[in-house]
């Protein structure tokens, strides 16, 4: 079974999209490489560190939320639609327990042709390379980043709610338990 999900979706009307999870490396993606995942070293994802509050993170986005939600699980999550990840529109979704930044990650559900590829062929040259995992309707790539990120890349095929890609970043420090 591929592991599983660390409760952030896309915030559209997907009920249990997922924002994902786990070849080693010690940051994210730097920003001369991949300005979508990291401004500097400083970060954890973006402009953002795990353990911030909601408030810090959407000051740090300078843009107001397209969509914010607070989950059964007491999951806050807040969305920013048409956020571009290499040239695709994709939700960006940051997700808070206890009022710390504990997940983020992009999430897409329309207009897939070749997408998972071209996500997949970017993460792939940073991150290096992993074995695709394939399970009935789900492909999934994963890294750890440093010694408390899991990075998770997944597309998932499902006849009822469609094609979906995901890309997250979740900090084990601070993940519900």
């Known amino acids: 079974m591929i592991e599983g999900s660390a409760g952030i ?3 559209d009307n997907s009920a249990n999209a997922g924002i994902i999870h786990g070849s080693n490396s010690t940051e994210a993606f730097p920003s001369a490489a991949v300005p979508e995942f990291r401004e500097n070293s400083s970060y954890d994802f973006r402009k953002t560190r795990w353990g911030m509050s909601p408030d810090e993170v959407k000051a740090a986005e300078n843009r107001e939320p397209t ?3 607070t989950k059964s ?12 990840l290499f040239g695709v529109k994709i939700w960006l979704v ?37 074995k695709l995992a394939k399970e009935d309707n789900i492909s ?9 990120t899991k990075v998770v890349l997944r597309h998932v095929s499902d006849p009822l709610l469609g094609n979906r890609i995901f890309l ?3 900090n084990k420090k601070f993940a519900p338990k």
């Not at 070749?114 to 940073?126: H, N, R, S, V």
């Open 9 to 11: 979706s896309e915030l």
């Open 67 to 69: 969509r914010s939600e």
């Open 73 to 84: 699980s007491g999951v806050y999550r807040v969305g920013y639609k048409d956020v571009d």
């Open 94 to 130: 940051y997700s808070f327990v206890d009022g710390k930044l504990w997940g983020a990650g992009y999430a897409k559900d329309k207009g897939l042709e070749g997408e998972f590829e071209k996500i997949a062929a970017k993460a792939l040259a940073y991150y290096g390379n992993t």
């Open 140 to 148: 999934q790539y994963d890294w750890t980043q440093g010694e408390d």
């Open 168 to 170: 997250d970043f979740i």
